[in-house]
């Protein structure tokens, strides 16, 4: 239900961007943000600090691109929002020597250090590609191809990312020990 609420406002946003423009689309976007951290805030009792920063960076850059009419603010919210992402997990590993991937998700799994460390940098990574992918769309093709990129492509590239991650730490989880009694060893038992 969390992750559907998420997308919701960059759906909203595609359907009205393709029926009437970048304004309305703007605003959409906007409003439809800041009635997801309503949300947030009552069905989870907080919002995450991930979900924060993308809600400000959205109402900043959508008014922006809103009240100029122009969908270069949105376009850099993008870049500038990976940028960020990729830095704090690089400086805090690098510079802190705290790893936000296992903050994040250590309460759900147990892992190797080593695990980790991979995992926080190939995130970071992931950004860095997310953030120059945007910058070549955004730059080089049209408006239209960006707004798809945007709605679909990040979308994508992040369920693949999440997959490869997946299939990463899969060797690495604790494996559970259970024992199937069979008919022969019942009959061994006897």
């Given at each position: 239900?969390?992750?559907?609420?998420?997308?919701?406002?960059?759906?909203?946003?595609?359907?009205?961007?393709?029926?009437?423009?970048?304004?309305?689309?703007?605003?959409?976007?906007?409003?439809?943000?800041?009635?997801?951290?309503?949300?947030?805030?009552?069905?989870?009792?907080?919002?995450?600090?991930?979900?924060?920063?993308?809600?400000?960076?959205?109402?900043?850059f959508g008014?922006?691109?809103?009240?100029?009419?122009?969908?270069?603010?949105?376009?850099?919210?993008?870049?500038?929002?990976?940028?960020?992402?990729?830095?704090?997990?690089?400086?805090?590993?690098?510079?802190?020597?705290?790893?936000?991937?296992?903050?994040?998700?250590?309460?759900?799994?147990?892992?190797?250090?080593?695990?980790?460390?991979?995992?926080?940098?190939?995130?970071?990574?992931?950004?860095i590609i997310?953030?120059?992918?945007?910058?070549?769309?955004?730059?080089?093709?049209?408006?239209?191809?960006?707004?798809?990129?945007?709605?679909?492509?990040?979308?994508?590239?992040?369920?693949?990312?999440?997959?490869?991650?997946?299939?990463?730490?899969?060797?690495?989880?604790?494996?559970?020990?259970?024992?199937?009694?069979?008919?022969?060893?019942?009959?061994?038992?006897?």
């Amino acid at each position: 239900m969390k992750q559907l609420l998420e997308f919701i406002p960059l759906i909203l946003f595609f359907v009205v961007y393709k029926l009437a423009g970048i304004r309305e689309a703007a605003v959409t976007l906007i409003i439809a943000t800041i009635i997801q951290m309503i949300i947030l805030k009552i069905k989870y009792g907080k919002i995450g600090q991930q979900q924060l920063v993308m809600g400000v960076a959205v109402v900043f850059f959508g008014t922006l691109t809103a009240y100029f009419n122009e969908l270069e603010f949105l376009k850099w919210k993008v870049t500038i929002v990976y940028a960020l992402f990729a830095l704090v997990l690089l400086i805090s590993q690098f510079g802190f020597k705290k790893l936000l991937i296992q903050k994040l998700l250590g309460k759900e799994i147990s892992l190797p250090e080593a695990v980790w460390v991979k995992l926080n940098v190939g995130w970071a990574i992931f950004f860095i590609i997310c953030m120059l992918v945007n910058i070549v769309i955004s730059q080089f093709f049209s408006d239209d191809i960006w707004v798809d990129f945007k709605t679909f492509g990040i979308l994508t590239m992040t369920i693949v990312a999440s997959l490869i991650t997946g299939i990463y730490i899969y060797r690495y989880l604790p494996k559970e020990n259970h024992s199937v009694t069979t008919q022969d060893d019942l009959q061994n038992k006897k």
